[in-house]
Nanobody, 117 residues
Framework: QVQLVESGGGSVQPGGSLRLSCAAS????????MAWYRQAPGKQRELVARITNDGITNYADSVKGRFTISRDNAKSTVYLQMNSLQVEDTAVYYCNRDRNLGPVYDWGQGTTVTVSS
């Protein structure tokens, strides 16, 4: 059974930074493109960053230049470095397969990011 466990969220002021981690198990992690998603209160879940199995990255316009996605296939872990955080980045963040390339797995519990002054 696939498990996705996100961590690293917290509360920060605007302009701050956080690094999220997502540990995957029960899947052949290295062959899949992975992505980070977020869901703000009252909004649909959106894809914010994705990384192919060989490290090619792509970002939503709203986070481009501020967020960096990376992966460690040896650890079956995907990361999201978030810099210059804005109030609008407040959301629950999830990782999963890139939904543009195949079905997603059951969602993990996510990790909450709150940006406020």
């Amino acid at each position: 059974q696939v498990q996705l466990v996100e961590s690293g969220g917290g509360s920060v002021q605007p302009g701050g930074s956080l690094r999220l981690s997502c540990a995957a198990s029960g899947m052949i992690f290295r062959i899949y493109s992975m992505a980070w998603y977020r869901q703000a209160p009252g909004k649909q879940r959106e894809l914010v960053a994705r990384i192919t199995n060989d490290g090619i990255t792509n970002y939503a316009d709203s986070v481009k230049g501020r967020f960096t996605i990376s992966r460690d296939n040896a650890k079956s872990t995907v990361y999201l470095q978030m810099n210059s955080l804005q109030v609008e980045d407040t959301a629950v963040y999830y990782c999963n397969r890139d939904r543009n390339l195949g079905p997603v797995y059951d969602w993990g519990q996510g990790t909450t990011v709150t940006v406020s002054s």
